[in-house]
């Protein structure tokens, strides 16, 4: 009995590590085919489109695009040249940069305090509030611009660089509450605590000082 004890201690020495390297071994395979179609997707959904519209870009005017092509028979730089070409395009560039940047910082403003709430502070019909903050999303696009157009056309906003960015800005203001809610969640509150509010030993510290 004790030769056989002795017979499968060795064995079972011997063949764990072997499970455990073939498990490790799966689970890297396993992260591998996940990781793969992961990004496999955010290419289709990010470079399809975007390979699109360089498409058409380049498609020839005269020639043109239609069924049943898969791919433009003709290319051509006209509408590139025509773009650039233009004796406003410096503007209108500044212009559309201007702009982008105006909305991500103005959504950023408005929607990090939101966030915070979201994040950090367990209320009644919490639920509620982002069901509401995210109703831009669930509403369709063509009742929120109307509504805005007859509010802009009141408020004189329409055709406005500013009515531009609000327009803008109430269209990622739902997405930019979600991102940073997300982001806010994943940080422990112990640590963020500890990073942004003072503790008792640094106040006595300060005084003492």
């Known amino acids: 009995m004790a030769q056989l004890n002795q017979i499968s201690d060795i064995v079972t020495t011997e063949v764990?590590?072997?499970?455990?390297?073939?498990?490790?071994k799966r689970k890297k395979e396993r992260n591998f085919l996940l990781a793969f179609f992961m990004y496999g997707a955010i290419f289709l959904m990010l470079g399809f489109p975007l390979a699109v519209a360089i498409s058409w870009s380049l498609v020839?005017?005269?020639v043109g695009w239609f069924a049943p092509d898969l791919f433009p028979r003709s290319f051509s730089l006209y509408h590139w040249t025509y773009v650039i070409g233009s004796n406003r395009f410096l503007e209108r560039l500044v212009r559309s940069l201007l702009i982008s940047a105006s909305v991500s910082v103005l959504s950023a403003t408005v929607a990090l305090p939101t966030a915070w709430a979201l994040a950090r502070f367990p209320f009644r019909q919490?639920?509620?509030?982002?069901l509401f903050v995210l109703?831009?999303?669930?509403?369709?696009?063509i009742l929120v611009s109307v509504s805005l157009t007859e509010m802009f056309y009141r408020m004189g906003l329409h055709g406005t660089v500013i009515g531009v960015i609000l327009v803008h800005t109430v269209g990622t203001l739902p997405l930019m509450i979600r991102i940073l809610t997300a982001t806010l969640e994943g940080i422990p509150a112990v640590s963020y605590t500890h990073l942004t509010l003072p503790t008792k030993?640094?106040?006595?510290?300060?005084r003492g000082a």
């Open 126 to 130: 919490k639920r509620m509030v982002e």
């Open 201 to 206: 030993e640094d106040e006595c510290g300060g």
């Open 16 to 24: 764990t590590p072997g499970i455990e390297l073939l498990r490790k």
């Open 135 to 141: 109703s831009p999303m669930i509403v369709p696009g």
């Open 60 to 62: 020839d005017p005269e």
